[in-house]
């Protein structure tokens, strides 16, 4: 049977791209762009946006805010969120998270989690943020025999004595927050604990100290 060997070829070539395939993020110097452009409307008082509760989500992205700037939750109240497929979704990422301590001074500290969706929202001033919805480890902490190794607890995915598993503990982050995309290396003796491992990278600091947990998100 005679065929197109121009039509076969078509098929491998790879995805054109333009101008329109991407968007360059506001106000950031280093130049990054943002590809897979965001095309679904969501409104937060649905009651799923990508599997996840929509008022966990909501919950997630006011904490965000209450973290980097001054808005309100009178100001958040009707948000809309512009989000993209979970094509990226699924990958374990070392983040870093700005917060005030009790001294009320600006310190970041890094955390390790999974993407579950990307997306973007507009705040109440009319600003664009380009965020990542995450589910973030249970704990985190450096190797005993070592401190630049960091190690995370992941949560427990067995049923307790009453029968119900522990809640994922979600939330939202900014893109520019991302620091690496990480591997897990099970720990031996602990089922649900893992070294943190990053492609061609070695931590040479104390990863104790600048450790994060659950309670500044």
């Not at 005679?2 to 054109?16: G, H, Q």
């Not at 966990?56 to 006011?62: H, Q, R, V």
């Not at 690496?180 to 104790?208: D, T």
Request: hydrophobic share 35%.
């Amino acid at each position: 049977m005679a065929i197109s060997i121009c039509d076969e070829i078509n098929l491998i070539w790879p995805k054109p791209y333009g101008r329109e395939s991407y968007m360059d993020l506001l106000n950031d110097p280093s130049g990054a762009q943002l590809w897979e452009l965001f095309h679904h409307f969501v409104n937060l008082n649905n009651d799923l946006v990508e599997g996840v509760g929509g008022p966990s989500m909501k919950e997630a992205l006011l904490k965000y805010y209450q973290r980097t700037t001054d808005l309100t939750s009178h100001e958040f109240s009707d948000s809309v969120v512009v989000k993209n497929k979970t094509s990226r979704g699924n990958h374990y990422v070392m983040f870093t998270c700005p917060y005030r301590n009790n001294r009320n001074v600006i310190v970041h500290s890094w955390l390790v989690g999974t993407v579950q969706f990307y997306f973007q929202h507009v705040d109440f001033y009319g600003f664009p943020h380009f965020l990542a919805f995450m589910e973030v480890m249970k704990e985190h902490d450096a190797a005993g025999h070592d401190s630049s190794v960091p190690i995370v607890k992941q949560r427990s995915q067995s049923t307790h004595t009453l029968g119900h598993q522990m809640q994922p503990t979600y939330a939202v982050i900014s893109v520019n927050d991302i620091c690496y995309q990480v591997g897990q290396v099970q720990y031996a003796p602990n089922g649900s604990q893992f070294y943190v491992i990053v492609l061609y990278y070695i931590f040479n600091n104390n990863m104790r100290i600048t450790k994060g947990n659950l309670s500044i998100l």
